[in-house]
């Protein structure tokens, strides 16, 4: 029986590989040009293996059954592998993502980054007439990106790009295993950095665990409209550093309802959400629910011990941390704010929060023209000086122009100062 097998397992890599030769090929040229039976088959085993396993039994494809479940994970295993190995080569996570983002130069470096930190999915649902379609997810370690189709045929035609639309009843949820692991590492390090004792700490860990897991994150507006399907690329924050034990999430795409909002006149789409919190026209009715388990990411790198001054605006800054993901820079900042400026209290004029808030803008404005770029390893610059900037409050933030590595970035710039990263204690996370 291990004779046999092995040579099983062989031949199911060679016909995968066969499979997919031509495949690789023709990726600069076209798509994958697999049958809609073998798609829909695939999808439906990565989605559901055991399950898959048991409607072939119930059909009578059940003779051999200790042989069947080997085949499944075998055959998913190799299905998984298939799946990245051609989103690599055809740079599918650059197309997934057209967010984050391509280096013009070297869009094959981006890819590798992106697959590196991704996880291809790959995933639909259909209720009704109406298909979600989760296709991958980028975890940089704070950030958590999603690609993803919703297509139906009840779409009002007002819905376009950037439309805002309801959906507050879509929302991530972790195993609770691992939310409940999370959610304790979350409020430990919060009532930590306040000083909270350890029997309030607990209190508070056992308040939030009590509360159950409500889900977290928000889809605000498609990025594209194609005649009935709406485009999504959106992202919410899951911090790797909460986790302890784990190290790849599972988390559930959960979609109850998207709509509409109401503006006073029924049926049309506002634009602003705000003025309304229920949908108008719902389009989507589910539930929809999408499991996957994410890839471990290229970790966030923080660098300490720096000492940097710069001088912007006639307003003195001192720069004391970096922080570096595959997407942004940040960097951790002291400002000295002119002597005659109020403290912040209830008593204030009006004049004098004026003041205030000016003064606090200026400083944001400074650190923010401050960052202007970095260099990686191989020599070249990257410029960050008109890239999306945010932050505030000793922190702030620089958006890369595309995917980079933080273990490739070298130095970085500052007000026209070079600081050399090789000479700061480095932390990975």
Known sequence: MTQFDSSLRRALMDANLAQYENVLRRADNAGPDFSPRYLRERMRLLADPWGWAKRREQSGLHRRTRLNWRLIALIAALLVLSACAYAVATGQFSQWFPRLGVNPEAPETSEEVLSRTGTAIEQSQTVGDTTVTLYAAVWNGTDLWVSMDIESPNIPEEVQRYTPLYMADCRFFLRDDQWEEYTRNRVEESGTAMGASPEQIEADIQAELDKGQLGFGSFLMPQEREGNTLKFQENTFLEAKWFTETKRPELTLHIERVGTYVDGREG????????????????????????????????????????????????PLRFTGFDLSTTELSAAY???????LPEPGPDLSPEENDRRFQATKAVCRAVEDSMQGLWTEDGKYVDLSNSESSGGGGSVSRRYPYPIDPATVTAVDIAGTRVELGGLERLDE
């Not at 002291?334 to 005659?340: F, I, Q």
């Open 334 to 340: 002291e400002a000295v704010n002119p002597e005659d």
């Open 268 to 315: 049309q789409a506002s634009v602003n959400p705000f003025e309304d919190v229920h949908p108008g026209v719902v389009f989507v009715e589910g539930p929809f629910d999408l499991t996957f388990t994410l890839e471990e990411p290229i970790l966030p790198i923080h660098y300490e011990g720096t000492d940097v001054e710069a001088m912007l605006t006639d307003i």
